[in-house]
């Protein structure tokens, strides 16, 4: 009897082959639904989305913020921290998120919701909210 060559693909081969070897078993680790340990839920997935757009958000007002208020030129000290001020405003929200996100792993989706609430509010691009000359 001829075997199809698509038949062929489906099988292991047969054990009186000679490149035939049979590997044995291994203990696989057992994943996180099989020890029962609970991941995150869908509704705390999309709520982490939401507030990381937020935060992407704050980070683009913040840029704009910056680039549209001039630096005091008293002298370099003064305007080298104007600069990091900027620096640093930008990069907060992105810190504050994946701060919560890392520190916060093994407290409860409320807790971490809550954390992410507050830096929504401290953390708002206010000069750019707010506007120019305000």
């Known amino acids: 009897m001829a075997v199809d060559p698509d038949d062929e693909g489906l ?3 047969i054990e009186s082959d000679p490149t035939h070897v049979d590997a044995p078993a291994t203990d696989h680790p057992a994943d996180d639904a099989e020890r029962g340990e609970p991941g ?3 509704a705390l997935l ?3 989305g939401v507030f990381g757009g937020v935060f ?3 980070i683009v007002g913040w840029i704009i913020a910056v680039q549209r208020t001039t630096a005091p030129s008293a002298n370099l000290f003064f305007a080298f ?3 990091l001020r900027g620096i640093l405003a930008i990069v907060a929200p992105a810190a504050w998120f994946v701060g919560v996100l890392v520190l916060a792993r093994e407290c409860r989706a409320g807790v971490r919701i809550l ?3 507050l830096g ?3 953390l708002a691009p ?3 909210i707010v506007g120019p000359g305000a």
């Open 81 to 83: 921290m104007y600069q």
């Open 11 to 13: 099988s292991w081969g």
């Open 56 to 58: 992407l958000l704050f």
């Open 120 to 122: 929504v509010v401290l």
């Open 115 to 117: 954390w992410l609430v």
């Open 126 to 128: 206010w000069p750019f």
């Open 46 to 48: 999309v709520t982490l």
């Open 40 to 42: 995150m839920s869908s």
